[in-house]
């Protein structure tokens, strides 16, 4: 049960919240722009670093912001959140 | 027998309250005070249980958690499997009964497994009942009997359970010497504190032998110490309670058995904590001999719990086999109580401890036991060689050293330490707001443990942010160093003799080389192969002697083979905990709509239908059945008045000078046309092409629309439009709310809709030409404001009259009252299914599976391809560049007309191999009253190209086939709903 300080309301629970997944990407501005296997890569391949990351989560249950969370996926230590960022 | 080997003094019993309790059908006598262990020893019953495998007796090997053998079923007002005997405080009127034996623990067929060990090794299974393959079911039946140990109950159970959250700023688990002493250095800071103990009384490990504090009784000490801590304010003891688990960001589980409320069996609390002790103690290791598993076997700590803290004689003449010194003063107690004991059996070649004139037989083992319902004598040799000699006794206390309880400590991520000195895993450091004290952190000795307290609770308090600082520590008597020497298997005299490691599940020594020998070298495959570990007890007694045995025979040192991982819970914990009060309609809160009571109290038969709603599925009349209330109600829509409540269909309210550029972005066809008192159908889709909804945009004014979804994915596309806005286009000025709830929406629908609209009266025209399909007005209704749309899923002439909330039900039974003269009919979500179907129209989640694209369901009308781009469209360039065929939406009429194929029935043909291959499914399929006959959508191959052919479907046990047509089985033109 990850603790986690949402920028807008602070430390909740992490049930509250909603894990972004396949969220770090950025959509290309111009999708006919891109190939098939660009626009592949952009919708299903995605990193799953071990170790400090930088990942969306969406607190659902609660303001209702997206934002960004910094947190190590081996040993869930958070280092801090921060709002308003777009992809 | 009455309590034969009571001790006539001493002991924390209470002899003015005696108890009588029942094991096994006989009726046996004991102390308030006593566990059932304790009370089972002091009538002198020495086989409680059977092993799991070779189903030898087994006797009471402990006096704590760590207890292997002696689970027992316990039976009339407490119907529970597998407790612990040990840890079960005796209560006026228990019952319990052995475990693992038929027809009594005396006399149990299964001993024939012992006779038969040899075929039995770890793993066995793994080469045995594999031929033939179909006697399968034969040897599984069988199997199932041998699994596991107790029964499970039957009933339902009546007991309350609570959960709670608790925050705290020190935790402290374990109130022993160490926790009592952390529990008061931080708590006198002004922090405050949560202390948490599993036995009734707070001392810890004080309890079972004579210590002193202070020239003090230690227990008085620990009296004192429970009783000025919780004067501090703040401060929350826990007894009887046990941290099951240590989860991220210091959240932890406590279960608290038998709290202060009598209504309440057991309470989980869910703590979250600034800071951690973990003063949890230490529990002693068995020594690995010949034969170590016969009843009156026990840890030489447990023996001197039983004598101190039970006033039990576990025997009367017994032996010490031990590595180590802290098993003297075990000895010296057992003596004092006046048990006989023979020899200190010490594998250390030259101990330097005090044996108090009982002979000790340096550097020597024990090579095998005799007896095996009890155990009356030892088989003793020189370690190094030489003749063996026989010790007659009927107690055996064994020290193997010392565990420290480093469970939770793992669970919080902490990398353990090998203590070469002790030979044991303590903890490393810490990685959670975290930190060890006393026994836990591998400090025996009384004065280090208080000593550690001290500073581990002054150390948690200020990092909690107070002022703290450690006392001086009380005087306390020398405890002598536990100067051990390894030794993880004693040889036995002869071959063919088990030596158990794990007591739980039958593993023997052998079987770890064994398990080596076949190749397993990791800690964890071991422990998989042999189960060693995978009992109730978690391997508390067995994982260290695994873990010295495989580095010996490897040569390796212990810490070069790990552990293995540490999962939580450390006790095993009930359900009715981990439910606590989310049971039955709790669990999953029904969503209602302002209608819900109206739909109940006239024959609606509710049900789960998506989104948690319940809903009515159809309203039954006297005399029908749930099939015949449905039919009525679709041939009343087609053939007159129906009313149905949509009360749970989506609504974003959407506004901003970009929300239509949102749209035009999120959905497939453009809106940039939509003049204001209009509505459009559209598709929303995933990033992938897939179908996310099939909705209605309302244009309600300038910069102001309503997005109607469908009910089951109303969260989803709120997401999914909360997604887009903040995270992809922050920068367009759009604001939307979920409104669905604020509404009560219901759907006037049939032939008969306008007359009933006339009838109730409106304050705007609703003739044809003047009201147009997928127009709507925001007006009067009945006198009620209300927005109205000509939208439908039924198909018919209808009209969806919008009311705020509060005004539902007021106008669901004005339209009732006034719908009567042309029999209004309400309508269920059953029904709405049959009409829907009868149309074709899409239902998420069923035809729109995840897989399908507009095109596949006939959608393509729906797409303006001249649109830039929108949420889906590169993908459905992708769909097309790989051309793979796609499966197509079709109509299937079944040869028989009275075959209905059940809800996703496989299409099945023939394939190249010449098997049958799956060539699409059936998505919706239903009985039509309008058509008469049964119909069907599906999800075809290639079905486009199909219409006309025959296809069979595969219900089951029968085949059936059908004529593939379009999907759509009435009115194909849409005249009616345009009407």
């Known amino acids: 049960m990850l603790l986690i300080p949402c920028p807008h309301c602070g430390l909740r629970n992490e049930d509250e919240f909603v894990y972004g997944v396949a969220s770090t990407k950025k959509r290309p501005a111009d999708p006919s722009a891109v190939s098939d296997a660009e626009w592949a890569d952009f919708l299903y391949f995605h990193d799953n670093s071990k170790g400090r990351v930088r990942e969306r989560w969406w607190h659902a249950r609660g303001c209702q912001q997206w934002f960004m969370l910094d947190r190590d996926?081996?040993?869930?230590?958070?280092?801090?959140?921060?709002?308003?960022?777009?992809? | 027998m009455t309590q034969g080997f009571r001790l006539d003094g001493g002991g924390a019993i209470d002899r003015h309250r005696p108890l009588t309790f029942s094991f096994n059908g006989r009726s046996l006598r004991g102390y308030a005070g006593d566990t059932l262990a304790s009370a089972l020893l002091a009538n002198g019953v020495r086989v409680v249980a059977r092993s799991f495998k070779f189903h030898r007796p087994r006797g009471i090997m402990s006096a704590g958690v760590e207890e292997t053998n002696a689970l027992v079923q316990l039976t009339g007002a407490l119907d529970e499997p597998n407790a612990l005997s040990t840890r079960l405080a005796l209560s006026e009127g228990l019952c319990a009964d052995s475990v693992n034996c038929w027809p009594s623990v005396d006399f149990d067929f299964g001993a024939i497994n012992e006779r038969l060990w040899r075929l039995f090794p770890a793993g066995f299974y793994y080469k045995t009942f594999m031929r033939p393959a179909w006697l399968w079911p034969v040897y599984e039946r069988v199997l199932r009997q041998f699994a596991g140990f107790g029964r499970a109950p039957k009933s339902a159970s009546d007991d309350c359970y609570e959960k709670r959250f608790h925050h705290c700023d020190v935790l402290v688990v374990g109130a022993g010497p160490a926790g009592l002493a952390a529990a008061l250095a931080a708590g006198r800071s002004g922090a405050r504190v949560t202390l948490v103990d599993d036995q009734s009384h707070p001392g810890g490990d004080l309890h079972n032998a004579a210590a002193e504090i202070d020239g003090r009784p230690a227990l008085a000490w620990a009296a004192d110490a429970a009783a000025a801590f919780d004067r501090l304010p703040g401060a929350v003891r826990l007894a009887e309670s046990t941290a099951a688990g240590y989860y991220d960001h210091n959240f932890l589980t406590v279960f608290?058995?038998?709290?202060?409320?009598?209504?309440?069996?057991?309470?989980?609390?869910?703590?979250?904590?600034?800071?951690?002790?973990?003063?949890?103690?230490?529990?002693?290791?068995?020594?690995?001999?010949?034969?170590?598993?016969?009843?009156?076997?026990?840890?030489?700590?447990?023996?001197?719990?039983?004598?101190?803290?039970?006033?039990?004689?576990?025997?009367?003449?017994?032996?010490?086999?031990?590595?180590?010194?802290?098993?003297?003063?075990?000895?010296?107690?057992?003596?004092?109580?006046?048990?006989?004991?023979?020899?200190?059996?010490?594998?250390?070649?030259a101990p330097a401890a005090a044996a108090g004139g009982i002979e000790v037989l340096a550097g020597h083992a024990i090579v095998g036991v005799k007896g095996v319902k009890q155990v009356r004598a030892v088989v003793v040799a020189p370690r190094a060689g030489g003749a063996e000699q026989q010790i007659a006794c009927d107690l055996v206390c064994m020290s193997g050293g010392w565990n420290p309880v480093?469970?939770?400590?793992?669970?919080?991520?902490?990398?353990?330490?090998?203590?070469?000195?002790?030979?044991?895993?303590?903890?490393?450091?810490?990685?959670?707001?975290?930190?060890?004290?006393?026994?836990?952190?591998?400090?025996?000795?009384?004065?280090?443990?208080?000593?550690?307290?001290?500073?581990?609770?002054?150390?948690?308090?200020?990092?909690?942010?107070?002022?703290?600082?450690?006392?001086?520590?009380?005087?306390?008597?020398?405890?002598?160093?536990?100067?051990?020497?390894?030794?993880?298997?004693?040889?036995?005299?002869?071959?063919?003799?088990?030596?158990f490691v794990d007591f739980q599940n039958d593993v023997t020594a052998d079987d770890v080389g064994l398990a080596l020998g076949e190749g397993y070298a990791s800690v964890e495959h071991v422990k998989r192969y042999t189960t060693a570990g995978m009992g109730v007890d978690q391997g508390k007694t067995g994982n260290i002697n695994i873990i010295g045995l495989m580095a010996e025979r490897a040569g390796v040192a212990p810490p070069e083979v790990g552990t293995t991982t540490f999962r939580p819970p450390y006790t095993p914990i009930g359900f009715g905990a981990i439910a606590g009060i989310d049971q039955g309609p709790i669990i999953i809160p029904a969503r209602v709509t302002p209608l819900t009571e109206w739909h109940e109290s006239h024959g609606g038969i509710l049900d789960e239908a998506g989104s948690n709603y319940r809903r009515p599925k159809c309203y039954v009349r006297r005399g029908e059945s749930e099939r015949d209330a449905i039919m009525r109600e679709a041939r009343a829509v087609r053939n007159g008045l129906g009313i149905?409540?949509?009360?749970?269909?989506?609504?974003?309210?959407?506004?901003?000078?970009?929300?239509?550029?949102?749209?035009?972005?999120?959905?497939?066809?453009?809106?940039?046309?939509?003049?204001?008192?209009?509505?459009?159908?559209?598709?929303?889709?995933?990033?992938?092409?897939?179908?996310?909804?099939?909705?209605?945009?309302?244009?309600?004014?300038?910069?102001?629309?309503?997005?109607?979804?469908?009910?089951?994915?109303?969260?989803?596309?709120?997401?999914?439009?909360?997604?887009?806005?903040?995270?992809?286009?922050?920068?367009?000025?759009?604001?939307?709310?979920l409104v669905t709830t604020q509404w009560a929406n219901m759907c006037v629908c049939g032939p008969r809709a306008r007359d009933l609209m006339r009838k109730v009266g409106t304050d705007f025209d609703l003739a044809p030409e003047a009201f147009k399909f997928f127009d709507f007005r925001h007006g009067k209704v009945g006198g009620y404001a209300a927005r109205v749309a000509r939208v439908t899923y039924t198909g018919e002439l209808s009209f969806e009259v919008n009311v705020p909330a509060r005004h539902g039900r007021a106008m669901w039974e004005l339209l009732m009252k006034a719908g009567g003269e042309w029999d209004i009919t309400p309508v269920g979500s059953e029904t709405s299914n049959v009409l829907r179907i009868e149309k074709g129209f899409l239902l998420m989640r069923v035809?729109?599976?995840?897989?399908?694209?507009?095109?596949?369901?006939?959608?393509?009308?729906?797409?303006n391809e001249k649109k830039a781009d929108f949420v889906g469209k590169r993908s459905l360039q992708r769909d097309r560049n790989v051309g793979d065929p796609r499966r197509e939406l079709v109509g299937l009429l079944t040869d028989d007309p009275n075959f209905v194929p059940p809800d996703g029935s496989p299409i099945v043909e023939v394939g190249a191999t010449g098997k049958k291959i799956m060539i699409g499914h059936v998505t919706a399929a239903t009985y039509s009253p309008n058509v008469e006959r049964a119909i069907a959508l599906a999800l075809l191959r290639g079905g486009h190209q199909r219409k006309g052919e025959t296809v069979t479907i595969a219900a089951g046990a029968r085949e059936a086939r059908a004529r593939v047509t379009e999907p759509i089985f009435i009115d194909p033109d849409g005249e009616r709903m345009r009407s």
């Open chain 2, 644 to 737: 149905y409540d949509g009360s749970p269909l989506g609504k974003i309210d959407l506004r901003g000078p970009d929300a239509r550029a949102l749209i035009d972005r999120l959905y497939t066809n453009s809106f940039t046309t939509l003049p204001i008192g209009r509505a459009r159908y559209g598709l929303m889709l995933q990033e992938d092409g897939r179908l996310l909804d099939d909705g209605v945009v309302f244009r309600l004014g300038e910069h102001h629309y309503l997005l109607s979804t469908g009910s089951g994915v109303a969260e989803n596309v709120y997401a999914n439009v909360i997604w887009y806005l903040r995270t992809v286009w922050p920068d367009l000025r759009a604001y939307a709310t």
């Open chain 2, 256 to 349: 608290q058995r038998n709290p202060e409320q009598p209504w309440l069996r057991e309470r989980i609390w869910k703590v979250r904590a600034k800071q951690v002790v973990v003063a949890a103690g230490a529990i002693e290791q068995p020594l690995v001999f010949a034969d170590n598993d016969r009843p009156g076997i026990m840890l030489a700590a447990a023996a001197r719990t039983y004598v101190h803290r039970y006033a039990v004689r576990p025997g009367t003449r017994a032996v010490v086999v031990t590595n180590n010194t802290s098993a003297y003063a075990a000895a010296a107690d057992l003596a004092r109580a006046g048990i006989a004991v023979a020899a200190i059996v010490d594998t250390r070649a």
């Open chain 2, 847 to 863: 035809e729109g599976d995840g897989m399908a694209n507009p095109y596949d369901v006939g959608h393509g009308w729906v797409i």
């Open chain 2, 406 to 499: 480093v469970h939770l400590l793992s669970q919080a991520g902490e990398q353990l330490r090998w203590d070469e000195r002790h030979a044991c895993f303590v903890p490393g450091p810490p990685v959670q707001a975290e930190r060890a004290a006393g026994s836990a952190n591998g400090a025996f000795a009384l004065a280090d443990c208080l000593r550690e307290g001290f500073e581990a609770g002054a150390a948690a308090a200020s990092a909690a942010g107070y002022s703290a600082s450690s006392p001086p520590v009380p005087a306390t008597p020398t405890t002598p160093a536990l100067d051990l020497e390894p030794c993880w298997s004693m040889p036995p005299r002869r071959r063919g003799t088990r030596a």
């Open chain 1, 73 to 87: 996926t081996l040993t869930h230590r958070i280092f801090g959140a921060d709002a308003g960022e777009s992809a």
